[in-house]
């Protein structure tokens, strides 16, 4: 059964119209070392978490801190970047789209465009040639699902070819406050790591209060908040339930519910790209969804698209 139609789709359907490459060029060396830098930098942070909070360095305030911006950032990602901006779940009256293209660059993930093209692009040609992040792209055979994990995790963050926003988001391209917010996507991610810092050397009054926040809020959390969002890039297709008919390996893998906000009800979404809710059978909470009920409550989000039972049993398998 052919799923729903999706944004990427009515994208990729605009491209054939006007043909365009799937990407446009390469990075430059400076922006890939950039890259690299923002990859690297937090993993290296976690990797020193427990050797720094063993011997002097974790607090409840650094703890509460970092839980703060980890849902502020990670809800800018999942609500905002994906399913406000990339498949258009929901309208957004202008300070709240604003405000979620913000929280999601704090997430240091990248400027909202490139972000959405990268996963338009995804969808269009998921777990196949095209698929800028596919774990299936080397074969099935236990040493190339090894190598295809550690591409769709993190490896396809150095490559450095660029997917062309033209063909893949042309509508954020031409959108003046998107525009305005990436431009300052330096600032937003100096904010996501220096304002755990101040708030943490406020609160403590102390020099040191600011270090262990800047360590564990800033780099700490958003070095989890990376390896949570490839989780659903990499683990979400390879393993777990797939309770409805979708075009690719994209499946529901339950441990990361809550730390994705709803986005490793993954089959569900690959069925259904546009729903708002990701997780729709008994059980499966997704925060992102509740969030997004409650922008509509507040009259802060219209013509959201919640899934229908009609819908639902026809993606069924």
């Not at 944004?7 to 446009?24: C, F, L, Y």
Request: charged share 15%; hydrophobic share 45%.
């Amino acid at each position: 059964m052919s799923p729903v139609s999706t944004d990427a789709e009515t994208h990729e359907a605009a491209g054939a119209r006007r043909p365009k490459p799937i990407t446009s060029g390469r990075t430059s060396l400076p922006e890939h070392v950039t890259v690299k830098v923002f990859v690297i930098a937090p993993l290296v942070a976690i990797a020193a978490a427990v050797p720094f909070a063993w011997g002097w360095g974790l607090s409840w305030i650094d703890i509460a801190i970092g839980a703060a911006f980890f849902v502020i950032s990670g809800l800018g990602v999942t609500a905002g970047y994906h399913r406000l901006f990339t498949h258009g779940s929901y309208k957004a009256a202008r300070p709240l789209r604003i405000a979620m293209a913000i929280a999601g660059s704090m997430s240091a993930q990248g400027q909202v465009t490139t972000w959405v093209a990268d996963h338009r692009r995804h969808h269009a040609f998921s777990d196949r040639a095209g698929d800028p992040h596919s774990p299936w792209r080397y074969g099935t055979s236990p040493a190339a699902l090894a190598k295809g994990f550690w591409h769709a995790h993190m490896g396809w963050l150095f490559d450095r070819e660029v997917t062309n926003v033209e063909r893949f988001a042309p509508d954020l391209a031409g959108d003046r406050d998107i525009r305005t917010v990436d431009r300052l996507f330096p600032v937003w991610v100096l904010a996501s790591f220096l304002l755990p810092a101040l708030l943490g050397g406020l609160i403590t009054w102390s020099v040191w209060g600011g270090v262990t926040a800047f360590f564990w809020a800033g780099l700490v959390r958003i070095g989890l908040l990376h390896h949570v969002t490839w989780s659903v890039n990499s683990i979400c297709h390879m393993i777990g339930e797939r309770p409805f008919s979708s075009r690719d390996k994209a499946a529901n893998f339950w441990p990361l519910a809550i730390f994705s906000f709803g986005e490793s009800w993954h089959n569900l979404h690959h069925a259904d790209p546009t729903c708002a809710r990701h997780g729709v059978l008994r059980g499966q909470l997704d925060i992102s969804a509740r969030l997004i009920w409650i922008f509509e409550k507040l009259g802060w989000a219209t013509k959201v698209r919640w899934p229908s039972a009609t819908r639902l049993t026809r993606l069924a398998q």
